[in-house]
């Protein structure tokens, strides 16, 4: 079976940084699709990064040149580098893949999830 799972979430300071990675096991193929949601208490989840095959990523605007989203496809890795963090940033993180080639959006998401990891940026 297939499962993701995340991991580098923490406390960190307004202004500081954290690095998620989300780790892939089980798949029979390699992911085409890999992105980045969070949701944040009493809010909807949304997207924070997408990244397609081929090197197309995708942010939302409230993250742009702060976040960098990345792969690892030898070692069927993801990660989510994020820099001068803002409390506006506080949310359950999750990674999500998919096997084909989708453009993933708020609303559209590959078929796997992650368990999500907090991130809180205090103030």
């Known amino acids: 079976q297939v499962q993701l799972v995340e991991s580098g979430g923490g406390l960190v300071q307004a202004g500081g940084s954290l690095r998620l990675s989300c780790a892939a096991s089980?798949?029979?193929?390699?992911?085409?699709?890999w992105g980045w949601y969070r949701q944040a208490p009493g809010k909807q989840r949304e997207l924070v990064a997408g990244l397609g095959n081929g090197g197309f990523t995708n942010y939302a605007d409230s993250v742009k040149g702060r976040f960098t989203v990345s792969r690892d496809n030898a070692k069927n890795t993801v990660s989510l580098q994020m820099n001068s963090l803002k409390p506006e940033d506080t949310a359950v993180y999750y990674c999500?893949?998919?096997?084909?080639?989708?453009?993933?959006?708020?609303?559209?998401?590959?078929?796997?999830w992650g368990q999500g990891t907090q991130v809180t940026v205090s103030s």
């Open positions: 089980g798949s029979i193929r390699s992911f085409n699709t």
């Open positions: 999500n893949a998919d096997h084909f080639s989708r453009v993933l959006t708020t609303t559209r998401w590959g078929n796997y």
